[in-house]
């Protein structure tokens, strides 16, 4: 089960038949997105992007609803904190799965974003592993990952 005791929604790609279960990426740096969407589709995620956190709300806005929303926390426009707050405003999205992937280190910023509702925090820079561990935390990581 994720986190807070809820199961992922798994959905069935229209040609696949396979079930699927979604990412949205929020970093600024199109870099570090493709470094983690790169591992979440390796481990079976459909997978989108966004370059900050308003654009991260308007892939929210336009319906397409992920299981985990992994946010970076310095961004332009509308930074990770600002993005976990609206999320969590919006009775819509509460039930979101939102892990923190970023360089704020600081025992103090930790416990603000999780303060403000994310579920995990990782640190970077980060490992493969370090996601795939955080997402077997949550229950996110689909059954036939070993890790």
């Known amino acids: ?80 904190l600002q993005f976990v707050s609206a999320a969590r405003s919006n009775p819509a999205w509460r039930s979101l799965t939102i892990m923190m992937v970023t360089s704020e280190s600081e025992h103090g910023q930790i416990v603000r974003a999780l303060a403000a509702g994310a579920h995990e925090y990782v640190i970077k820079p980060f490992t493969a592993d370090a996601i795939r561990g955080k997402l077997a935390l949550l229950g996110l990581l689909p059954e036939e990952v070993v890790l």
């Open 1 to 80: 089960m994720g986190a807070r005791g809820r199961r992922p929604q798994l959905r069935l790609p229209p040609d696949e038949g396979e079930l699927t279960v979604r990412a949205l990426v929020i970093d600024d740096s199109r870099v570090m997105r493709l470094i983690i969407a790169g591992i979440l589709e390796d481990l079976g995620y459909e997978v989108r992007q966004a370059g900050h956190g308003r654009e991260g709300l308007d892939v929210l806005d336009g319906g397409w609803i992920p299981d985990l929303v992994c946010v970076d926390w310095n961004m332009p426009v509308m930074d990770g």
